[in-house]
């Protein structure tokens, strides 16, 4: 597996996303930027740099992930790509024909996806995979961007923490838009849709079932289809 930022896929992907949206060299939040640097001793062939967003710019299907996992995303520098959370993700993706292909190894693959992008609420790997509130807070600016750009499109969070951000970027509060799996809402002309994270400790203690994950992007084909 390729591990380093500087492949040209990479170098692709980010001419494709706008600079409001993503900066390889935020070092605004100080507990983050300590972890990678300490992380990037650890492990030399890992990217540890914020995480750009992966996937077609017009997308009208964003999903929102939670933040990059140390030896998936934080490694490879694609979203979701070289960690379990990634494997049930890509396959449902390619099943709904959001993705050329089932798997995601490397950001350098040619793995396209189509009406579709992937980020993340915190662009940078923290300790224990949970950042705090002031990180997420500060993170917003460019998952606000994102969703600025965002016109009659669709909404997939995944998670709880990714739930919140959301909102908080378009100003609702939670308690008018719950967190729930499959939890279905309309916020200023796009659709937000609530699905439990595809975690190796979701899918592990069965609180998620491939079957409940793919039904959430069967409903999403449906909604972008127009087929209500």
Known sequence: MAHSSDSAGTHQARKRIPASWYNV??????????????TKHEFPDYSCKPV?????????????????????ANATGRPFTGDYAGVLLYQTLHKFGFASKPESVASDDDLKLTNCRITNAVKCLPPENKPTTDE????????????????NGLIISLGGIAHRAVLK?????????????GAEFEIGGNTLLASYHCSRYNTQTHRLSTVMFEDIFKRARQILDGKD
Do not use: M, W
Request: hydrophobic share 40%; with cysteine.
């Open 25 to 38: 060299k935020c070092k605004k939040c100080s507990r983050l930027n300590d972890y990678l640097k300490a």
């Open 52 to 72: 750009t967003p992966f996937g077609d710019v017009n997308a009208r299907l964003l999903i929102v992930g939670l933040a990059p996992g140390k030896h998936g």
């Open 169 to 181: 970027v378009l100003k609702q509060k939670l308690s008018g838009f719950p967190f729930a799996h």
């Open 136 to 151: 997420v807070d500060t993170c917003l600016k460019y998952l606000s961007a994102e969703l600025n750009a965002l016109n």
